[in-house]
């Protein structure tokens, strides 16, 4: 797999090698690079069409990315949506499946599979996506499913993987959003006396501790999986979308909700693309061992942001959101623990008085934009 990107954001590309530690992709090669987006019907894009993948595929396209290939058996080729009051094409392929679950269950009630849709259609053999975009186990949940949901994630995991010729194609497996266990009461009478012998509040916290403990261990199995030596790489989706204002119906994303996975998601393959395949990338992992960052002096340092950014800004909310104790700014330690609430409310990119991988991704992006004119 050839990743490229086309010369005018070579400078973006800079920023994003100097946060990652990577060099930069290089700009000479035609190869399409083919992105799958696999799932539920998050994927799929209920209730409006193109889900997030509409401002996936235009904000790459956006960003300079004219290589991808959003891949799949649904959709088209070409698809448009207005967006900012302009209607804008993207690439409307892709293999979304509303109320699927991550193998065909039977008990509580039915739930046919991704991993038997993959296997009947032989959709990986056929489209060999150079990167897999894996969210799947939000109706395992629903229909109370939760035992051995883990090893089932594992074996589509491995069951893709098998697919794949390219040894360096890979899936990124995102934790999947919250549910609200009041808004979507009757959803849930899978779980019988659990759901009606206790209170709201006590069956809330019930649902919320197995998406918890799914989104943990969705995270601890990619870790295991790149430790095995497989192209695995963990993406946090759960962390950009807020219950109370990006859910449509307490399950699926409403339009806000779908252009913030959209935006994640560009920001994740972007800076994957960006980096050479070879490091993590920042906005898409959680706690991560605390260690001194070491970070370019910003003495005598440009404004590259109209609104007073500078690249030692991302480093420093990067280093904020995964709990890194302090980092280095020319040779002086400052500790992160001290950022006083006018800094806080600086950082805060999406204005909801929190400061998470959402503000990570619009700031890279307000660097990236500007760098395209320097």
Same mark, same amino acid.
């Given at each position: 797999?050839? @990743?490229?990107?086309?010369? +005018?954001?070579?400078? $973006? ?12 992709? $290089? ?10 987006? @696999? ?7 209920? %209730? ?7 401002? +996936?595929? #235009?904000?790459?396209?956006? !960003? ?9 058996? *649904? ?25 699927? $679950? ?22 990986? *053999? ?34 893709? +993987? ?24 009757? %959803? @849930? ?32 199995? /990619? ?9 695995? =790489?963990?993406?946090?989706? #759960? ?12 399950? #699926? ?33 959680? !706690? ?23 690249? /030692?800004?991302?480093?420093? @909310? ?18 992160? $623990? ?20 959402? !503000?990570?991704?619009?700031? =890279? ?10």
């Amino acid at each position: 797999m050839n @990743l490229k990107k086309i010369p +005018l954001l070579a400078s $973006a590309a800079i920023i994003a090698a100097a946060f990652s530690g990577a060099p930069a992709a $290089a700009a000479d090669s035609s190869d399409k690079v083919k992105i799958m987006p @696999l799932g539920d019907s998050i994927t799929d894009g209920y %209730w409006t069409a193109g889900g997030y993948r509409k401002y +996936l595929s #235009h904000l790459l396209a956006q !960003d300079g990315f004219t290589d991808i290939d959003l891949v799949g058996p *649904k959709g088209n080729d070409i698809e448009t949506f207005s967006y900012n009051g302009e209607t804008v094409s993207y690439d409307g392929n892709y293999a979304g499946y509303s109320g699927y $679950a991550i193998q065909y269950m039977e008990g509580t009630e039915t739930r046919q599979g991704i991993l038997e849709t993959i296997q009947e259609t032989d959709m990986i *053999k056929t489209y060999q996506p150079d990167i897999v975009l894996l969210q799947i186990g939000t109706n395992d949940i629903l229909s109370a499913y939760n035992e051995g949901i883990t090893d089932r994630l594992e074996n589509l995991i491995n069951v893709i +993987l098998s697919d794949l010729d390219d040894p360096d194609s890979v899936i990124f497996v995102s934790t999947v959003p919250e549910i609200d266990a009041v808004l979507v009461s009757d %959803w @849930l009478w899978a779980y019988g006396d659990a759901k009606w012998n206790s209170t709201q509040e006590e069956f809330s916290a019930l649902i919320q501790g197995y998406v918890a403990s799914y989104n943990s261990s969705v995270k601890q199995l /990619a870790e295991k999986m790149q430790n095995e030596q497989k192209n695995v =790489r963990f993406a946090d989706i #759960h962390s950009v979308l807020d219950v109370e204002t990006d859910l449509y119906d307490g399950v #699926h994303p409403n339009e806000q909700g779908y252009e913030k996975m959209g935006v994640y998601w560009a920001d994740v393959i972007g800076t994957y693309l960006d980096s050479g395949n070879t490091e993590e990338t920042t906005a898409a992992t959680t !706690d991560i061992p605390q260690e001194e960052t070491t970070v370019p002096t910003t003495e005598n340092q440009p404004d590259i942001s109209p609104n007073g950014y500078k690249m /030692a800004d991302l480093i420093r @909310l990067s280093c904020f959101i995964t709990n890194k104790t302090k980092f280095i700014d020319d040779g002086t330690e400052v500790p992160l $623990a001290e950022l006083t609430a006018e800094q806080q409310k600086f950082y805060d990119m999406d204005g909801d008085g929190a400061l998470d991988s959402l !503000d990570v991704v619009l700031l =890279r992006r307000e660097l990236q934009e500007i760098a395209r004119y320097i």
